[in-house]
């Protein structure tokens, strides 16, 4: 009888050790458009993700596919409106901005990483 019970707990050990080591997938890059500030500067920029992204693994379904999304973490440097940038995001729980102006609310996202952004064009 102690056989058995160890022989389970063996077994119990290493299924939570082999589920610790197994984790999410990191998702796709998606390309995206800077379009701006999301109700009016409070840190928020629309994002709106491409059409391209639909034989992609790991890519983004239903409203995240091809459309507008929010985030608060975009780093500085890709905040110009019209820029072109690929991302790595993840659907944040919380919700977005409220604007009182505005009655759609996007879906908020975290950027994970920017992979690669078109140079920005010059004025002149």
């Known amino acids: 009888m102690k056989n058995i019970i ?4 063996l077994f119990i050990c290493l299924s939570v050790i082999a589920g610790c080591a197994e984790s999410d997938p990191e998702p796709s890059c998606i390309q995206a ?6 109700c009016g500067g409070n840190g928020w920029y629309l ?4 059409n391209d992204v639909s034989g992609k693994s790991n890519s983004y379904i239903g409203q995240l596919q091809s459309g507008f ?4 973490n975009l780093p500085d440097e890709y ?4 820029r072109k940038i690929n991302v790595s995001v993840d659907l944040l729980e ?8 505005v009655y759609v609310m996007y879906p908020a996202v975290s950027v994970k990483k920017v992979c690669s952004a078109a140079p920005v064009k010059q004025e002149g």
């Open 6 to 9: 160890h022989v389970c707990f």
């Open 33 to 38: 458009e800077v379009i701006g500030p999301d």
């Open 47 to 50: 994002l709106k993700l491409e």
């Open 69 to 72: 999304v929010t985030t608060n």
């Open 79 to 82: 905040k110009q409106p019209g």
């Open 94 to 101: 919380d919700d977005g901005p409220f604007c009182v102006a």
